[in-house]
């Protein structure tokens, strides 16, 4: 098993060098693919350059293993925001065995970030979009400024603002591919029970989103699955996909 932990850095100079490709291109070619098929082309168009976004929550693990068949040495950034289960980070070790991952890196957020502007460790409880800027948005903005393109788990069978998400959609400079995008829950379900993928811990106890400890609740009776993140407040999206991440901060 390998997981590095990586250390706040600036981007590399050649990185607003890296060729731009096309997205609608992209999205024409990949029109009537399946999700292997969309992780092969992102891999392939951009060899090294592309990166998956992984929070090892209750469905990563479907992206994650094709992802793994196709080339298991594929960066996966997992963000590590310090207030994350103790069942998401055992998961983790257990899927990255499972699975053969060679180059998990576990990005952390500023330490000066965090000692100038959660101090307290209580930014979660009152400001929680200012938790998430500095916590994920803003160490997952500064990794990728190093690569060309990412791939996300988001579904649209996962509503909200997902439900018309595009297979290639731009992010700034980058590229970012969904290779899950068209697929339904029955298929998800099916990838995990063919492939032997083991569920997430807390799914046995009835929470069907995880993501960190204070802003994360079993969904009502009901409820769609993501009702259970933010509950009772407006916010369904942590920032890292509601439009281009920002430059990072020097």
């Not at 609740?217 to 407040?233: F, K």
Request: hydrophobic share 40%; proline share 9%.
């Amino acid at each position: 098993m390998q997981v590095t932990t990586e250390e706040p850095r600036q981007p590399e100079p050649q990185t607003a060098m890296l060729p731009q490709i096309d997205a609608a291109e992209f999205a024409v070619r990949l029109a009537g693919a399946n999700p292997r098929e969309i992780v092969e082309a992102a891999v392939e168009a951009m060899p090294g350059r592309v990166a998956v976004v992984s929070s090892f929550g209750t469905e990563s693990a479907v992206l994650l293993k094709f992802v793994a068949d196709v080339d298991p040495s594929t960066p996966v950034l997992f963000l590590d925001t310090q207030w994350l289960f103790k069942e998401t980070l055992a998961y983790r070790d257990a899927l990255i065995e499972r699975l053969k991952l060679t180059d998990v890196r576990t990005v952390a957020p500023s330490p000066s970030a965090l000692a100038l502007r959660d101090p307290k460790r209580e930014l979660c409880f009152r400001d929680r979009d200012a938790c998430c800027g500095i916590r994920k948005v803003e160490p997952l903005a500064r990794e990728l400024a190093a690569f060309g393109g990412w791939m996300s788990g988001r579904k649209r069978y996962q509503g909200g603002e997902r439900e018309d998400l595009p297979v290639v959609e731009t992010d700034g400079p980058r590229l970012k591919f969904n290779p899950l995008a068209r697929l339904t829950r029955a298929e998800l379900n099916f990838t995990f029970t063919s492939a032997r993928l083991p569920r997430h811990p807390l799914q046995a106890l009835g929470f069907t989103s995880v993501g960190c400890t204070p802003c994360t609740h079993r969904p009502a009776q009901g409820a769609t699955e993501r009702n259970g993140r933010w509950s009772g407040l407006a916010k369904t999206e942590c920032g890292i996909h509601t439009g281009p991440l920002p430059r990072p901060v020097p």
